[in-house]
């Protein structure tokens, strides 16, 4: 079987699609392999795919050449290969000793987007969340204005439930599509979910491949405007341009992150190049070669300090994962 599996790898690199070497996460015969049409790169450094802009390697970081490929990669993967989906990276925090198993990298494939029926789109999650609130604006449609300013795909915004200005995803969510481990689509219903706060209740070893919005007719046509004042708004109280990945912390009920943060004086505050931010204290700001670990350690610093002055414990919102670096000294 790692004949078949290493003379795969072999005849795939010849054809320059495949960008690294044998190795044993996947599982079944070369007929089957053969089929995957998608780049595979190892060691692929993870700081060009977060908007932290630091954080270790993939092991290995696939992104497949459309939905049948990702289905066929998944079903001959080995069941215990560890896998993380990405989209744009804008709410990760990947350790700086890089990440076992395979990332799966949806941003820009999977990026189908049309209206249908006069108020519904179809959306993969590879697309952007900027070009699904265009897309319904120009469609005279409202409802998706506030994904403009949200810097990731689709499939980190149903993944994280992702909102803004008092609306969130799955409040246009009518149904979805999941793939599983082996390869398999299901089609799911909103009324499946259980929804929250950047929270959704995902099967595991299930992820996101597309949804269906409903959105309405926008009576006025006033979209373009509202997607400018809110990007306004945006540009005003938070630091755009810079290397961050958003709010932080989730809001404590009744309160925000942010205050607590600037009430305990952290704005301004540096672990190595890692700052609170001085214009949104729930934001961290990558100020130039920041570490993963300079990062997760101020996060770690303001949780304790709120905890102390406020008796609040803030619960980061970011994803963190991966291994830390033998020399992180934690
Ligand atoms: C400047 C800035 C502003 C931001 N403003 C907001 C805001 O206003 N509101 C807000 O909610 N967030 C905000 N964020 C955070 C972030 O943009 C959102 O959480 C976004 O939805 C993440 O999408 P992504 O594609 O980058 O996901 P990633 O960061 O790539 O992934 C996030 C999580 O989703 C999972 N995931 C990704 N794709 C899938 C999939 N297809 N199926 C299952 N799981 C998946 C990942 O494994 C990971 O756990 C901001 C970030 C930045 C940098």
């Keep these: 079987m790692q004949n078949e599996i290493n003379e795969f790898y072999?005849?795939?690199?010849?054809?320059?699609?495949?960008?690294?070497?044998?190795?044993?996460?996947?599982?079944?015969?070369?007929?089957?392999a053969t089929e995957i049409r998608g780049v595979m790169k190892?060691?692929?450094?993870m700081m060009k795919h977060t908007s932290w802009r630091t954080g270790g390697c993939a092991e290995r970081y696939f992104k497949p050449a459309d939905i049948?490929?990702?289905?066929?990669?998944?079903?001959?993967?080995?069941?215990?290969e560890p896998l993380l989906w990405l989209g744009l990276g804008s709410n990760l925090l990947v350790r700086d000793g890089g990440l076992k198993g395979t990332v799966i990298a949806l941003s820009g494939v999977l990026n189908d987007c049309r209206i249908y029926d006069g108020v519904n789109m179809h959306v993969g999650?590879?697309?952007?969340?900027?070009?699904?609130?265009?897309?319904s604006v120009k469609s005279e449609l409202t409802s998706g204005e506030f994904l403009a300013g949200i810097p990731g795909t689709m499939g980190g915004?149903?993944?994280?439930?992702?909102?803004?200005?008092?609306?969130?995803?799955?409040?246009?969510?009518?149904?979805?599509?999941?793939?599983?481990?082996?390869?398999?689509?299901?089609?799911r219903a909103a009324s499946d979910?259980?929804?929250?706060?950047?929270y959704v209740n995902l099967p595991e070893d299930e992820w996101f491949i597309s949804a269906e919005l409903l959105l309405k007719p926008d009576e006025g046509g006033k979209g373009v405007e509202r997607i400018q004042a809110f990007l306004n708004q945006r540009a005003e109280s938070q630091p755009t341009g810079?290397?961050?990945?958003?709010?932080?912390?989730?809001?404590?009920?009744?309160?925000?992150?942010?205050?607590?943060?600037?009430?305990?004086?952290?704005?301004?505050?540096?672990?190595?190049?890692?700052?609170?931010?001085e214009k949104?204290?729930?934001?961290?700001?990558?100020?130039?070669?920041?570490?993963?670990?300079?990062?997760?350690?101020?996060?770690?610093?303001?949780q304790e300090k709120v905890m102390l002055d406020h008796g609040v414990e803030l619960v980061p919102e970011v994803k963190i994962v991966g291994e830390q670096a033998c020399h992180d000294g934690f």
């Design 242 to 277: 810079k290397a961050s990945c958003g709010s932080v912390f989730r809001n404590p009920d009744n309160d925000y992150a942010a205050r607590l943060i600037e009430a305990s004086g952290l704005k301004g505050k540096f672990v190595g190049k890692a700052c609170v931010s």
């Design 10 to 32: 072999e005849q795939s690199n010849q054809s320059g699609i495949w960008a690294y070497e044998p190795t044993t996460h996947m599982k079944k015969s070369k007929q089957q």
């Design 157 to 187: 915004a149903l993944a994280m439930n992702a909102g803004a200005f008092g609306e969130e995803t799955w409040n246009i969510v009518c149904s979805v599509e999941t793939v599983n481990r082996q390869g398999q689509k299901i089609k």
């Design 68 to 80: 049948d490929d990702l289905c066929c990669f998944l079903g001959q993967l080995a069941k215990d």
């Design 125 to 135: 999650v590879g697309v952007a969340c900027a070009k699904v609130a265009r897309m």
């Design 42 to 45: 190892l060691n692929e450094p």
């Design 193 to 198: 979910f259980e929804i929250g706060y950047r």
């Design 280 to 302: 949104h204290a729930n934001f961290i700001i990558n100020s130039g070669n920041a570490s993963a670990a300079d990062i997760e350690s101020l996060i770690l610093f303001i």
